[in-house]
Structures are given as C-alpha cells and as structure tokens.
C-alpha cells in the first residue's frame, strides 16, 4: 500500500517567461524538490529494468509534522528536507518487480538468430616452432619465467562456464551462439596465455622484460619491432652515435642489447638522458621513442618528444606512505584534468593539483578523483585521448614521483584515484608515438582503413595481436602496481566493441545491434582479459567503461559469461538533459526524464552525470550556460538584482544534478568547477591550422584564458556561485551519510505531467521535485511507502 504524505508546500521553477520582480537573490530562492528521511532500511529489493506498478492515484494520507517548504529556506532557500518516519512497519515485497511508474522496458525482448561468427586464424607458434590449429596466432619472444622472489602471490581465477548471463536475461538466448563464441575465444586465449606466458599475470608484466630493465651488472633494452631490418640504441649517453650501441634481433622481431655498467659501476645510461631507438625500416631511416618508455618530455624548441631514461637513486624515489582506501560501496566521482587545474591561465603541476585540489575535493565530499590526460600526449589540446607514450606520465605537469606524490596524498584523504586511460586508440604521430613505429603499417594496429579512426584522426589497435595485448595489458598493471592508482575509467570503449565505432549509429536496444558481424569480438575478449587480470590481482580496483551503446552484459562478471566491468558510464543522461534544455518548460515531460535516468540493466551497476568535460568543451555548453547564457558575465554578484534566467537557471542546475545522483545510477560523476556552475566553456591553447586544402581553422592565439579553473567563484561569498557549489557540497554529504545510491530499493511513485511532479523513494529517503514554471503547491500529497509521521528538516543547502 501507498501512503500519502500531506501538509507540503512545493514552490514552482522560477520561470525564464515571467517578468515579475522576485524578493529572493540568486543565492537565496528556491528549488523545487524535498526529500524525506525515514528511519530504517527496507527488506524489500527493487531493480530499475522492468517497470509494473503506476501509483498516481490518491491513497491514505498520513499525518506529518506541519513543516512548509517555503521559498527562502537557508541561504539560497534550495528546498531539500529530511525527515524521520516515527513507528516504521515493515514492509516486503516480491524483488524481481521494478516499481517505476513508466511502464517502458528498457530492452527489446525481439529474439532473431544470428549468422555465426567466422573464426579467428588459429595458427600460434610455440616453444619448438610447432603449429598448432586450436591455438590462436602468438608471435612468441620469449620464455618468460614465473619466478619471481620479491613478488606477491597473486593468482587470477579460471574462466567460469560463462552460462550465469543467460539465467540474468534470457533475452540473450537468442544469440548463444555468438555468446559462446565470444566466451569459448576467451578460454582459449586464456589457455594459450597459461602454456605458453606461464599465466595472465606473468604475461602482464612484460615491462619487466620490454623497454629499459635495470639489474646489478647493466642495462638491458628490448623492442618488439619485427619489420625493422637493423636496430640501435642512441642517446645523450652515447652523443646520438647510431653505430656505437647495435642491437640484435632474435626470431620474435625482439631487439635487444645489454649495456654494462661503467668502470666505476655507475649505470652506462644516467638518470634524465634522452634515449631514442634508431631503426632501418621498410619506410626509411627513423629514430623513435622507445614503446615502452617510463618518461618522455619535449625539449625547448623541438616539436617531438624524446624519450627519458627515468631512474633516480633509491633516495630520490618517492615511497608511498598510505595505504590504497577500501573501494567504497557508492562512488561519488570528480572529473578532473591535473594541467587546466589552476586558477591562473597556465599548466598547472600534480603538485600543486595535490596541495590545492585535492583538499578540496575531499571537503565537498567525493569520495573519488577520476585523472585524465595522465599517458603522455604530446598534443596537449586532444584533452589527453590521443597517447603517444603508454607507460608514460604526461611531462607536462611534472615527473613520475611527482604524481606518485599526488596519488599518496588522496589516499591519505581517503580519496579513490582512478585513471582516464586509453587503450581504444592511439596517437597518428610517428616520430614520438606508435604509429608506423617499425616501418610497417600493421605493427600495433590494424591494417589499411580498419587501423585508422576516421573521426578521431587515430589509429587502431589489432587486438588479436599476442604482442599487442601483451602490450596493453601490462600497460594497466602497470598504472596499478607503479602508481598505486585504484582502478580505470576505460575511454572509447564504445569504439572498440564495433567495426563502426558507434559512428553514424543509433543504439534503439534490439540485441541484434550488440550481437553480430559489425561487433569486434577480439576487442570484447580483450575487455573481458584486462577486467579478469586487474580483478583478480587487485581485487579493490574498480573499472568503468565508456559505453553508450548499451551492451548487454557489460557490468557482469567475466566468469559469467559477461564483459566484466564494475560500472558503465551512463552517457545517455547527459544528452537528454541538453536535449530538454533546447525545448521550453511547457514540453518538459516528466516520463521521458524518469524512463532516461531509470533506463539501465538489472544487475549492470552505472555511475550517472548530469555532465562532464564532454559538454564543457569548445563548441559545446556547460547545463549552466544552457540555462543562463550571457546573464551569467552580469548577474551572478549578490550585490546586484537577479534576472528570471538567473532565477530559472540555478534553481534548474541543483535540480538537475540532484535528481541525476537520485536516480541515475549506482555512481555519480562530476567534471571540476561545472558542482558551481562554471561560466563558459574550456578551450585548449591552440595556434592557426593550415590544411592541405588551402582553408584556415583559426586558433585562440595560443591563449589558457579559458584552459582553467574559476575556482575562486565558488568560493566568493559576494557571488551566487557560492550557494551552486554548497549545494553540491550537500548532496555529496547527503549521499555519503545516508548512502541512496546503492540501495536496492527505488520506488517511483508520481510522476505527474499535469503538475509537473516527480515523486521517488531511493533508500531511506523520499525526494518530491516540482519542475513546474508556474505552480507552487501546497498541502501536496506525497505517495510514500510506510505509513508514519515524517519530519521534514532543512539539511543545510544554503
């Protein structure tokens, strides 16, 4: 049964079309939402997939407090209420039904039988040069030893039956057998990677034995460069000489030379030398930088990078102090980028993103910092996406033990520090990244047109390639094991699921989009190998995908059968949200904004965003521009008169954001300075750009104006950034006191298109928005599970 609760009063949005003179600043007005404490935690489980029970009807009301939610409240008067249910009863109910008004299920259940997958060459060449039909294409170098003294023991689990996805959605019998394909290429892969690598986590730690390995008597350098005819080691070491350090290559395409240590046993190569390989290649003479490479910076007056050879003394290492946090039940993510941190127009340091940044992100209370642009880039505008030097920090804001600095002090916070890391592409340039690295064009990536993003400028990796995931998945253990980070938000990974890259595609939810002949099922087993190797060896870790299409089995685990990551980034609210906002209060409709942030899979967790550095780019809008255009540059100082945009515009901004933490998903994401409504947009220095064709892109005249941080306007208490950045200070403590977003009961029980209501349980608490433009309601009944007196009281939203 469904209970009412009476004696609410619920002010309207201020609207944008109504002129009227308002007594409330920008700072102090209200917004329309409440939400309701109750005491104790249900019984009952509730899943946001299918959708049964609609409760817009009246029911029994039950007597509350006489409490009014009046324009005003607090400081900016952001009506947000909480309060106790006195004399609970207990309440249980069947835990497979979704109680979401809507009535739209998320999938269509349409079952079509899809064409069978052609196979993979199977052709893998082993310890003694035999073939061998059942094994997949290994390009083997080595005979790597699983001996290793100072290593922890570690030990990834089998691969499962794979068969537990089909008893979560039986919707995806339909296409067993792709599925099974899909996982039987897993096993086997596995299997190879156990006979012949000694296991996944011994083949995962090929930056033991590729690029710079340091020992007692020298320095060893090995390079996967198979279409290379002669090889050399050249540096400031050796005056760039390309015939004083000739490498030899043995019958993997592995180059190699030892250099011992000098005479007075200093290391042949000292610390902070450049370093470059030099190689004869079928496309000419080229000096690059090693793959493998652990540092790389750009010198004064040179355009391409080179390579360090980064190995301080054991004094001057950083040493981690604190220990990695536990991974929390709900993430509460902030989105950040270490260069465009500061407040000042420069590139700021991991340094001083540690002593600035980071206290702050833990006073506003996130619980997680999500890092981009850390892989070393060597154009700074591409926001970090297109990786020139995978095992490399980006230069640009310090050196290795500066970010380790960095990471160590949020772990002292209690902060989780996940990684934005790329595996989805990599960088086009050739002389400081991997593109043509060996002369040839399919040395890391695809040939022909299938290596090369036609949109994103990049190329592709070949993920059947035994090199290349070798490759890749020491890449991640690597971020793990050197820099302690806690886990990945993987970029692209939309891209590499599909041969069309999600490009030109509408995603409608018919599984015959997920399961066919444009799906890349070695990128997929690739997913599914990296998920297995860092959950097994770091069990906290957490992974996120980039996914907008929706892929079923994405958030389960790989021995199930699924893809095997914790979360996926929930990409669709976002886009609904600039969707409505281009349309006029009048045609909001409160089913489409519910159906959007409920739309996900049962048991696949999300972590939602109302926005993120996506739409705070050039060329795109932040959900406070949209909402207050040019009314922002004159009328957000409390000294002055608000305008109606203003007056909408914050009112809509808490709204947004708050009903996205509150229904969106499992986890919450926002991208710096957009918690207190950054003005504008972000633009990376950027000079004029000539193409072949004779036109001009204009630059920004190489400008950082607007390649930073406006904290101090959150901070102001003269301007009305100040109560946006409170308030999201708030939610973040509400969500970490009260913990909604994890719970496993959301109720949806009013959404209203003629009062514009939306009314929903998640947790203990009941949240009541009103999106009207014009309508304030008072004495509202608010539908509630549990019959008792709720109190409502102000949680401090200023």
């Known amino acids: 049964m469904v209970y009412g609760v009476s004696a609410i009063r619920l002010s309207c949005v201020p609207s944008v079309y109504r002129f009227s003179q308002s007594s409330f600043n920008g700072a102090r007005r209200s917004s329309s939402f409440s939400l309701l404490l109750k005491k104790d935690q249900f019984s009952r489980k509730i899943f946001a997939q299918k959708s049964s029970y609609d409760s817009d009807s009246s029911s029994l009301t039950v007597t509350a407090s006489e409490k009014v939610l009046a324009p005003g409240g607090q400081g900016d008067g952001s009506s947000s209420l909480t309060g106790q249910l006195e004399s609970p009863s207990t309440i249980s109910d069947d835990p497979q039904v979704t109680h979401d008004v809507d009535g739209n299920e998320m999938e269509d259940d349409e079952k079509v039988e899809v064409e069978e997958q052609e196979s993979v060459p199977s052709a893998l060449a082993n310890n003694d040069e035999e073939a061998c039909n059942e094994e997949p294409s290994v390009p083997l170098h080595m005979k790597v030893s699983t001996e290793k003294s100072e290593a922890k023991p570690r030990s990834i689990p089998p691969p499962g039956a794979g068969q537990k996805i089909y008893e979560i959605d039986p919707t995806l019998l339909g296409f067993r057998e792709h599925l099974d394909y899909r996982y039987a290429q897993y096993k086997r892969m596995r299997e190879a990677i156990d006979k012949y690598e000694g296991g996944l986590e011994v083949f995962s730690r090929g930056y033991e034995k590729l690029g710079f390995t340091r020992s007692e008597t020298g320095i060893t350098y090995r390079e996967w460069a198979p279409g290379a005819k002669s090889a050399a080691l050249i540096g400031d070491f050796n005056n760039w000489n390309p015939n004083a350090d000739i490498m030899s290559q043995n019958e993997f395409g592995v180059w190699e030379i030892f250099l011992p240590n000098n005479a007075d046993g200093s290391p042949p190569i000292p610390h902070g030398s450049r370093v470059k390989i030099h190689m004869e290649t079928p496309s000419g003479i080229k000096d690059s930088i090693p793959a493998w490479i652990k540092f790389s910076v750009q010198a004064p007056g040179e355009i391409p990078y080179s390579g360090i050879y980064y190995d301080p003394q054991e004094e001057e290492k950083y040493v981690f102090k604190h220990p990695q946090p536990k991974r929390p039940k709900s993430l509460r993510i902030y989105e950040s980028h270490v260069g465009m941190s500061s ?65 160590d002090r949020a772990h002292e916070l209690g902060l989780l520090v996940l990684m934005d890391i790329v595996h989805s592409h990599a960088s086009n340039n050739v002389l400081d990244g991997l593109n043509m690295f060996d002369g040839t064009d399919g040395h890391y990536f695809h040939l022909g047109s299938r290596g090369h993003h036609w949109m994103w400028d990049s190329r592709l990796f070949n993920y059947e390639s035994w090199e290349v995931l070798r490759f890749l998945l020491s890449n991640a253990r690597w971020w793990l094991e050197e820099y302690k980070f806690d886990g ?141 255009d040019k009314d922002m540059y004159d009328f957000m100082a409390l000294d002055r008169p608000s305008t109606p945009r203003i007056d909408r515009g914050i009112a809509l901004h808490k709204m947004i954001r708050l009903i996205t933490m509150g229904l969106g998903g499992e986890g919450y994401l926002n991208f710096m300075g957009n918690e207190f409504g950054h003005p ?119």
């Open 680 to 798: 504008e947009w972000i633009d990376f220095p950027r000079g004029e750009q000539h193409l072949p064709n004779g036109s001009v892109i204009p630059g920004n005249n190489c400008s950082y104006d607007k390649c930073r941080r406006r904290f101090d306007l959150g901070d102001a208490d003269y301007l009305r950034y100040r109560g946006m950045q409170e308030f999201d200070q708030a939610m973040q403590h509400l969500e970490a006191k009260y913990g909604f977003m994890t719970s496993e009961h959301q109720y949806i029980s009013r959404k209203n298109e003629g009062d514009r209501m939306i009314v929903f349980e998640r947790g203990n608490l009941v949240f009541v928005f009103n999106f009207h433009w014009i309508n304030s309601y008072f004495d509202y009944r608010v539908g509630c599970l549990k019959p008792g007196k709720y109190k409502p009281d102000c949680i401090g939203f200023r």
């Open 488 to 628: 990945f938000r993987f970029d692209g990974v939309t891209s590499m699921m599909y041969t069309h890259h999600g490009l030109e595609v509408a995603f409608t939810g018919n599984y015959n989009e997920y399961f066919g002949f444009a799906t890349d099922v070695d990128a997929v087993v690739y997913l599914m190998l990296v998920n297995d190797m860092i959950h097994g060896l770091y069990p906290e870790a957490v992974t996120i995908g980039e996914d907008v299409s929706g892929m079923p089995t994405f958030c389960l685990p790989v021995q199930d059968g699924g893809v095997g990551f914790d979360y996926r980034l929930q990409m669709a609210i976002a886009d609904k949200w600039i969707e409505i906002l281009k349309k006029r209060d009048e045609d909001w409709k409160m089913g489409n904004i519910i159906h959007t942030l409920t739309n996900r899979r049962w048991l696949e967790k999300c972590v939602a965003y109302a926005e993120s550095h996506d739409q705070a780019l050039v060329g795109d809008k932040t959900l406070a521009f949209w909402l207050m």
């Open 343 to 407: 407040t000042e127009p420069i590139i700021n340091t991991y340094a001083n993103f540690r002593d600035d940044v980071l206290p702050r992100i833990k006073r506003l209370g996130y619980n997680a910092v999500q890092i981009m642009a850390i892989q070393e880039h060597s154009y700074y505008a591409s926001f970090g996406y297109h990786v020139t030097n995978f095992f490399a920090p980006s230069s640009r804001f310090g050196t290795p033990d500066d970010l380790k600095s960095l990471i």
